[in-house]
């Protein structure tokens, strides 16, 4: 079983940068094992898939970040990372961090339903 904390959320201005960061600890199985992303949500919408990164190291991104974010994994370290660069106001939302054993597909199109651990959440709030 996985549980996972996330760190490294607050305040920035639009065009600045944040990191993101997701400690996994995982009772002595790797993280190697799962699908890992990030999603994020804003009161009152449906939560979103950002990027995702997969056993093999295959990443995945929402249109509306490709470019911009950069998900990344240490598999040794059981931690996953989000760069958030080139900040806008419409990424202010609730970034979680979630894994999947084995799903069907590691996409933001997967859908959080496929995810079965997440973590409590840290804001993002970007400021114009």
């Known amino acids: 079983q996985v549980q996972l904390v996330e760190s490294g959320g607050g305040s920035a201005q639009a065009g600045g940068s944040l990191r993101l960061s997701c400690a996994a600890s995982?009772?002595?199985?790797?993280?190697?094992?799962?699908?890992m992303g990030w999603f994020r949500q804003i009161p009152g919408k449906e939560r979103e898939g950002v990027a995702t990164?997969?056993?093999?190291?295959?990443?995945s991104y929402a249109d509306s970040v490709k470019g911009r974010f950069t998900i990344s994994r240490d598999n040794a370290k059981n931690t996953l990372t989000l760069q958030l660069n080139s900040l806008k106001p419409e990424d202010t939302a609730m970034y979680y961090c979630?894994?999947?054993?084995?799903?069907?597909?590691?996409?933001?199109?997967?859908?959080?339903?496929?995810?079965?651990?997440w973590g409590q959440g840290t804001q993002v709030t970007v400021s114009s």
């Open positions: 979630a894994a999947a054993l084995y799903p069907r597909s590691c996409a933001v199109t997967t859908g959080p339903t496929a995810f079965g651990t």
């Open positions: 995982t009772n002595r199985v790797s993280i190697g094992n799962y699908c």
């Open positions: 990164t997969g056993r093999f190291g295959t990443t």
